[in-house]
């Protein structure tokens, strides 16, 4: 599933095509869309904001209309300059929007919609995402105040990957920042530290913010998809085994994550 800072990378490249431009054309080729009326709907408005929060991505137009859209594990979004060869096939395209010649697409995105910008706000699914790891301004009482309501006996490395705890983490950014604080992932909650939360949020976001801003991570993963292979901190093997009720692969060394 692409992670917060994914998301944040194609908002950078999406906003010189589209903010603060009406589209030239908007087109729904999935026919989930066929009936929905939005590029009639949406003719004409200008994109006023790209923005994201955590693994969501949202484009304002003016009006107090948004399109929502959350790639779960499936979906990308593109970016195109005019000429330049889609990166999937056009099949599984679900929305483009087209400015000067440049081409934004969304393919196999399984939460795509049309909604108000009041909506945003008082959506449930919406309302209840944690602090935006990629926030300008991290807002860490209420990680912590989040963290502190979940299940104590939960671990921390799943803890982290729900989102109404802290929005944006993903297994990748889990693995690596409870390496980097030296956290055993399966400690639970109830064991864990604030210091050692925060230390988590402290270790994941600069790499994250460089990731949002580039498009690739600096340097290779420590102990992600490194199973077997020596820790680069203590020379232990890397482990790796399935967490929580959604069983994503957790990366850790037993060595040195305490």
């Not at 991290?138 to 502190?148: K, N």
């Not at 230390?199 to 580039?214: D, E, G, K, N, Q």
Request: proline share 8%; with cysteine.
């Amino acid at each position: 599933m692409p992670e917060g800072d994914t998301i944040a990378y194609a908002a950078h490249r999406m906003r010189p095509v589209l903010e603060g431009q009406v589209p030239d054309e908007i087109r729904t080729p999935h026919p989930r869309h066929a009936l929905d009326r939005w590029p009639e709907r949406l003719a004409g408005r200008r994109v006023m904001e790209i923005r994201t929060h955590g693994k969501h991505l949202f484009l304002v137009f003016e009006g107090d209309l948004v399109i929502h859209s959350h790639l779960r594990m499936t979906g990308t979004w593109g970016v195109y300059a005019p000429g330049r060869r889609w990166g999937r096939s056009p099949r599984v395209a679900w929305l483009v929007l087209e400015r000067g010649g440049h081409q934004v697409v969304q393919f196999n995105g399984p939460v795509l919609e049309l909604m108000t910008e009041s909506r945003t706000r008082f959506d449930q699914r919406l309302a209840a995402l944690g602090p935006d790891i990629l926030a300008e301004d991290f807002d860490a009482p209420r990680f912590l105040t989040r963290l502190r309501a979940d299940d104590p006996t939960r671990g921390i490395g799943e803890a982290l990957l729900d989102q109404r705890n802290v929005a944006g983490i993903g297994n990748i950014w889990k693995s690596e920042g409870c390496w980097a604080a030296g956290v055993d992932p399966w400690r639970p909650v109830s064991s864990v530290s604030d210091e050692e939360a925060l230390a988590v949020i402290a270790a994941v976001r600069p790499p994250m913010l460089h990731s949002a801003r580039r498009g690739r991570m600096e340097g290779e993963p420590h102990v992600f998809r490194r199973a077997g292979r020596p820790c680069p901190r203590c020379g232990s093997k890397v482990r790796a085994r399935g967490q929580g009720d959604d069983n994503r692969t957790t990366f850790w060394c037993p060595g040195c994550q305490r």
